[in-house]
């Protein structure tokens, strides 16, 4: 399923970011769910040596989401960063909500322990690398 | 109002004593876990030494990889009880069910955010296994220079887990080759059909330049994300075995 295909019906809003400009800050609360339409981001984590790059993100690809998963602590695990001018879509978080909330209990439990460990490992990276 | 699901199946209850393995390293499995009473240890437990990545207690779950790899993938760590406890036991299949009958949308962000865990955790590993590497001595100096020499070449090849029933065959492109390992570019998700952890042996059947068939069994070294070219990703590889006739002709081919 390629990014086209899901992103024009499901989309609530489309927005531009020019070079270097910061879509989101590592920290911040938001549960808002973007996809790259076009150009790219980079995914930056904080460390003691100052920010690391840990992922570029091209046309297609998905970021914000854990904010959204993790209703219990929404604050951003990385600085996501306009690579070049960018055009991004939003996801259309309410229905989305509805749709996450009528999943089964074991479903949601499943995914919010995958999400918890996906922050971890987010953050144990950014400790080997500023190691 | 929603309505809440309220099909899934009777959850089975076990209760284990303290220091009861749960779930072993290296043995297939498909239960997922939750915890309702008590404590457990997730560790590695290689022969020489056992490391804890975690205590998990009330209301935690592991096993979880199984509902990502649909219990095609071994274990990757072992869970012992560290006191007495209760475990509710799930079965994926369901639990695969209702995630196949989500909204299109909601299955492409899933989707991303499972892809992100697989690749994330084989990242982690990778930094920890160079870590490690970079603390023991070297102790192969016995390795020519004529073996050592590495060629860039750009040629197809077709890898699979050296068990045939393990998994399904993938492609790769191999970029640079010695008489000892090899570099291969590979899509990322390719980590989603069998394991790419450091250790593991693949079968590997390229070509060179001139036409010439190898076939290999080859050893998994590192693997790292390609910032240059997100959605790729490079495995290096110890060739540990030429078949046939690959050993001679991959000691021509590096000397010319």
Request: proline residues 10%; glycine residues 0%; aromatic residues 0%.
């Given at each position: 399923m390629g990014a086209s295909d899901v992103c024009f019906s499901y989309l609530a809003t489309e927005v531009d970011y020019a070079d270097q400009a910061v879509i989101y800050q590592e920290g911040s609360e938001g549960d808002w769910i973007y996809v790259v339409l076009r150009g790219q981001v980079k995914m930056k984590k904080a460390t003691a040596r100052g920010p690391v790059v840990i992922a570029t993100l091209k046309e297609g690809d998905v970021f914000g989401e854990l904010g959204f998963f993790d209703k219990v602590n929404r604050a951003r695990t990385e600085t996501i960063v306009a690579d070049g001018p960018v055009h991004l879509g939003i996801f259309d978080i309410p229905s989305l909500d509805r749709e996450i909330d009528s999943a089964s209990p074991r479903f949601r439990i499943l995914l919010r322990t995958i999400v918890y460990r996906l922050k971890e490992t987010i953050n144990k990276i950014g400790s080997v690398v500023a190691e | 109002m929603v309505e809440t699901k309220d099909k899934e199946p009777p959850s089975i209850l076990l209760n284990y004593k303290k220091g009861d393995l749960i779930v072993k390293e290296g043995d297939y499995g498909v239960s997922i876990y939750k915890v309702v009473s008590g404590r457990v240890k997730v560790s590695k437990e290689s022969p020489d030494i056992e490391i804890t990545l975690s205590v998990l207690g009330q209301g935690e779950v592991f096993g979880e990889m199984a509902f990502l790899n649909k219990g095609k993938e071994v274990r990757s760590a072992s869970v012992r009880a560290l006191e007495d406890c209760a475990l509710e036991v799930w079965h994926p299949a369901s639990l695969l069910e209702e995630y196949g009958a989500m909204s299109p949308v909601m299955k492409y962000v899933i989707g991303h955010t499972l892809n992100r865990f697989l690749r994330m955790n084989v990242l982690y590993a990778n930094l920890l296994a160079k870590k490690k590497q970079e603390k023991v001595k070297v102790?192969?100096?016995?390795?020519?220079d004529r073996k050592q020499r590495r060629k860039t070449i750009e040629r197809q090849c077709v890898y699979r887990p050296m068990?045939?029933?393990?998994g399904a065959k993938l492609q790769g492109r191999v970029t640079d080759i010695s008489m000892i390992g090899m570099g291969i570019d590979v899509s990322s998700k390719n980590i989603g059909f069998f394991s790419h952890d450091p250790g593991k042996e693949f079968h590997v059947v390229t070509s060179l330049p001139s036409g010439l068939g190898l076939e290999m069994a080859c050893q998994m070294k590192s693997i790292r994300n390609k910032e240059d070219m997100p959605g790729r990703m490079r495995l290096g590889l110890e060739i540990t075995s030429l078949l046939g006739e690959s050993a001679k002709r991959l000691g021509f081919f590096m000397t010319t």
């Open positions: - | 102790s192969h100096k016995a390795r020519s068990d045939p029933s393990a």
